[in-house]
């Protein structure tokens, strides 16, 4: 079983719509979950953390995380053809606060 | 803003060579990764570093080294390069935490081609 796994995708949603990404991780003990974005050729770009049950909004995007289910996901309300990108989750190894596992990423495809 | 440089963004080099790919970060941070990214299999940590002159291995060290230095620097060494570590190589740094780790900063990646 790999640490974290994502839907690779690709995930269609219409411009406006809200794209719903989600993630889920094997080690209980992980305590710092990040999203991230990665346009086509380029390296990824961190967009949100989240530590503590429940939810983080930052603008448009909103990170959920549910520790009890092992489960994190991110919200992209209104969502824009400059969200297209892939959707990479990381989350961090439970004895080493700063070493991170990485989903493979979901591809996300917003059509106008 | 934190800036990571990685000294070349595309690289050929022949089977065998000893290949060598330089990070550089600004921000004076303690943590510094080398990652891969592969098709399918995401991103994969081959090595990392908490100080000067600490390393670690990650995931998939085998047929890599590192080096650091000096705390702003930290290189790849591939020893004998194959056609199998044809791949995209990122460098990352991060702030030191104790909890609640601070995210990553990624350079803008090497894209190397062993032929």
């Known amino acids: 079983q790999k640490e974290v ?7 269609s949603v219409p411009e406006g719509a809200i794209a719903s990404l989600n993630c889920t ?19 990824p770009e961190l967009i949100m ?15 959920q995380l549910n520790k009890a289910s092992q489960y ?3 919200l992209i309300r209104d969502s824009q053809p400059s969200d ?5 989750c990381a989350v961090n190894a ?3 606060f700063n070493k991170f596992y990485f989903g493979s990423g979901t591809k996300l495809n917003v059509k106008p | 803003d934190v800036k990571v440089t990685q000294s070349s963004r595309y690289l050929v080099k022949r089977t ?30 081959i090595y990392f570093s908490y100080d000067v002159k600490m390393k670690e291995k990650g995931d998939i060290p085998e047929g890599y080294s590192v080096s650091r230095e000096k705390k702003e620097r930290f290189s790849l060494i591939l020893e004998s390069a194959s056609t199998n570590q044809t791949s995209m190589y990122l460098c990352a740094s991060s702030q030191l935490r104790g909890q609640g780790a601070y995210g990553y900063t990624f350079g803008s990646g090497t894209r190397l081609t062993v032929v």
């Open chain 1, 5 to 11: 796994e994502q839907n690779s995708g690709p995930l």
């Open chain 1, 25 to 43: 991780y094997s080690d209980r003990g992980s305590q710092s979950f990040f999203w991230y974005r990665q346009y086509s050729g380029k390296s």
């Open chain 1, 49 to 63: 953390s989240i530590y503590s049950n429940g939810d983080k909004e930052d603008g448009r995007f909103t990170a």
């Open chain 1, 72 to 74: 994190v996901s991110l």
């Open chain 1, 84 to 88: 297209s990108a892939t959707y990479l």
């Open chain 1, 94 to 96: 439970p004895n080493n």
């Open chain 2, 16 to 45: 065998g060579e000893k290949v060598f790919l330089e990070c550089v970060q600004d921000m004076d941070h303690e943590n510094m990764f080398w990652y891969r990214q592969d098709p399918g299999l995401g991103l994969r940590l």
